[in-house]
């Protein structure tokens, strides 16, 4: 290893200063991290070849300099994606030819206007490294699929493992690249254009955040691999990487603000080696799943487009100006089967606001479909109408909160109209049709709509989100008491004149900062996240996310779990909340604990969910999963890795939920049942008829199959993927 390391520091000395992403340090740990991270049902084969990969990790940078201009002019465009410089497209092409062509295209239209901005507008300013990634993707497949066939004729597979390594390493790169949030922007080297904040225009911000500050943190593989979550197999690996380049590009203004403030000359500061951390095992996590992807696709036959061979003119999408069709979407559809593995945790902006309104919270992370919702002409009429109801509810609503209440509500013909506007901006409009499919079919949040398909999935989630926003308003804004009066309800009295005034404060507030609120649903969406501020009801929130916060270790060792060995994916335990506001563990909740432990020692299954949340008393300061949790550590000394939370269940109705929502986020095995374990009142209501109904007329579906009653204690039950379903009707654990 000592002389591979050498290696590849000779290499990287050959690379011209200023075109290294990350810098050596990283992206050798990122690609050796990915390779150590393959699961055992992946290509494990790869693990011999970790030196290989490593080193390959820079190479693509040595293809760079302008002694070699032909290999220059191909490989620059390959580590940038300049998400600004392609604002203008609706959707991000499956082809790389189709994508230069848009390109070339505005760069047209531009010069034709004399604007200056087609000096830039083009593939080398732009950046192709969606496809640079995707297509080593497809390297690995077709390598992969060399090798099976070899492995089955009992031939020797030496070279064909070198051929896949190379791909593993070359496609590395590209997902650190992507990674690293100055890939992704056109502040790559320094801030472009208006300037508001201040941000430095040194070119030299780059080097000194991916490679001077990564040395000064001095990175390791270990800071790494605790952050790498489980593998998956990706639906659709294309997507995959532009959600991932997304999301680097989420950060960049983080940089600038760090280099502000000096972060990134201090090596332990907290900010800017959790973002390092972050980033670079979010590159490994990508390139792992790439190839465990790849690999699990080469066991099955070659799927090829339905239309036919791309390159033939008689493809239905053929376009002569490329000469080629667009790739098709594996499968033929882009929504992944219901419980096959393929739901993900999610990371939100806002939690409180991503899990009652995921519609918004998709929106607002993808550019297509705002701009086609946002220059919709009912739409845009609709926003200006709402901001008018909240300017006149600013001025002349006073201490009437009814009043102010009525500007922000959703009336029925309001909504209507938002729907008919919405159904027919998606049946026009590729980019929006696609975000309904990739965005919000994806999700799981909306498990209940599967057979719905464009228009009519986008009405119903505009429709659930529009109820959600009314409820808030009463229950926060005019007290109208919720299902669970006692512990969801409002914190003041709605009728006292402080809570008046504050209401008409806050719309105030609102109406300064109406620029803000660009599209037709923001004003009622501010309002009623203010409510739920304002009445410190952010429990959704709390904890999140939970896959890389305190479900992490547990999340992180599921990938590697035998599951052969256990009758059980875990043994859930619902919370039980003590009335008493100084009692943090109700006594109840530690015997159920017991009984769970107990089981799991039995070796039942490797983990245990705890699930409850800050429920009773109302407002308590004590969380049950957390204290939960706590009490296995501390009283029980199971080892934290073994224990999953849910820390938001209210009712006995969502422990179930929300723990079936863990298994198919996580990937616990489909269609192997939990066991529940508590005491035998509990247990018994559980398997009875009135929990059934209550399922039914709380949630709309059961959250699962209950099967053999084991003891008193013990029941048997296999989680429904239709819990995954958002419930719009409940803001404090949606």
């Known amino acids: 290893m000592r002389r591979m390391l050498w290696l590849i520091v000779a290499v990287v000395a050959l690379v011209p200063v200023g075109t290294r992403a990350w810098g050596v340090r990283a992206h050798t740990w990122i690609n050796r991290v990915a390779v150590q991270a393959i699961p055992a049902d992946g290509p494990v084969f790869l693990k011999a070849h970790e030196d290989w990969i490593a080193y390959l990790s820079v190479i693509p940078d040595a293809w760079r300099r302008p002694s070699e201009p032909f290999l220059k002019m191909l490989e620059d465009p390959n580590h940038g994606w300049f998400k600004e410089q392609f604002a203008f497209m609706t959707e991000i092409p499956r082809s790389r030819y189709e994508f230069v062509l848009k390109l070339y295209d505005e760069q047209r239209r531009l010069a034709a206007a004399g604007d200056p901005a087609a000096t830039l507008t083009n593939v080398r300013w732009t950046g192709t490294m969606a496809y640079a990634a995707v297509e080593g993707y497809e390297r690995m497949l077709t390598g992969m699929r060399h090798y099976r066939d070899a492995k089955a004729k009992n031939e020797d597979t030496r070279f064909i493992e070198q051929e896949i390594a190379f791909y593993m390493g070359w496609t590395g790169h590209y997902t650190a690249d992507g990674a690293q949030p100055l890939h992704d922007t056109i502040h790559h080297d320094g801030w472009q254009g208006a300037n508001p904040k201040g941000y430095t225009t040194n070119p030299q911000v780059h080097g000194l955040f991916e490679t001077r500050f990564v040395d000064l943190m001095k990175l390791e593989g270990a800071d790494l691999l605790p952050k790498v979550p489980a593998a998956r197999v990706l639906t659709d690996p294309f997507v995959a990487i532009i959600e991932h380049l997304d999301e680097a590009g989420r950060h960049t203004e983080q940089v600038y603000e760090l280099e502000k403030r000096g972060a990134l000359s201090d090596g332990t500061n907290a900010e800017a080696r959790a973002l390092v951390i972050q980033q670079a095992a979010r590159g490994a996590a990508l390139l792992r799943d790439l190839a465990h992807t790849a690999w699990i696709r080469s066991g099955l036959p070659p799927e090829n487009d339905p239309g036919g061979n791309p390159i033939t003119p008689t493809h239905p999408r053929y376009n002569p100006a490329t000469g080629s069709a667009p790739a098709h979407v594996p499968g033929g559809a882009v929504r992944p089967p219901q419980g096959a593995g393929t739901w993900q945790p999610l990371t939100l902006a806002d939690a409180v606001v991503g899990k009652n309104f995921y519609i918004f919270e998709a929106l607002a992370k993808s550019t297509d479909a705002a701009r086609a919702i946002g220059s919709a002409t009912e739409l845009a009429a609709l926003r200006a109408d709402r901001l008018q109801k909240m300017a006149t509810a600013a001025k002349s609503c006073g201490n009437d909160t009814v009043c102010h209440a009525n500007a922000f509500k959703w009336s029925e013909a309001d909504i209507a109209l938002a729907e008919r506007a919405l159904r027919s901006a998606v049946t026009r409009d590729a980019g929006l049709a696609a975000f309904v499919e990739h965005g919000l079919h994806r999700s799981g949040i909306y498990a209940r709509y599967q057979g719905k398909d464009g228009a009519d999935l986008l009405a119903a989630a505009w429709r659930d989100a529009a109820a959600g926003l009314n409820r808030i308003i009463d229950v926060y804004a005019l007290g109208t008491p919720p299902l669970y009066a006692p512990i969801d309800s409002i914190s003041y009295d709605p009728k006292s004149d ?237």
């Not at 309002?527 to 992180?556: C, I, K, Q, V, W």
């Open 498 to 734: 402080a809570y008046r005034r504050l209401i008409d404060v806050m719309v105030g507030v609102l109406d300064e900062r109406r620029d803000e609120l660009t599209m037709f649903y923001d004003p009622a969406l501010a309002f009623a996240r203010r409510l739920l501020d304002a009445n410190g009801r952010d429990e959704a929130a709390r904890f999140e996310p939970l896959h890389t916060g305190e479900n992490a270790a547990a999340y992180r060792r599921i990938a590697g779990i035998e599951w052969a060995r256990y009758p059980y994916t875990a043994i859930l335990v619902p919370g039980a909340g003590p009335d008493r506001p100084d009692v943090a563990l109700d006594p109840w909740a530690k015997l159920r604990l017991e009984l769970a432990v107990a089981r799991f020692r039995a070796g039942k299954a490797p983990f245990i969910i705890v699930s409850g949340g800050s429920v009773h008393p109302s407002q308590t300061p004590y969380n049950e999963a957390f204290e939960m949790k706590r009490s296995l550590v501390q009283d029980f000394g199971i080892n934290p890795d073994a224990i999953l939370i849910d820390p938001h269940a209210r009712h006995t109705t969502t422990n179930l939920r929300n723990a079936s929502r863990l298994a198919f986020r996580y990937g616990l095995p489909d269609g192997k049942p939990m066991l529940i374990t508590s005491d035998a009142s509990q247990s018994a209501y559980i398997s009875g008829t009135v929990f059934r109904e209550r399922c039914e007329r709380e949630l709309g579906y059961q959250p699962g199959t209950l099967g053999a009653r084991l003891s008193r204690f013990d029941l048997e039950f296999t989680p429904a993927v239709v819990s995954l379903h958002a419930d719009s009707r409940d803001p404090l654990d949606p």
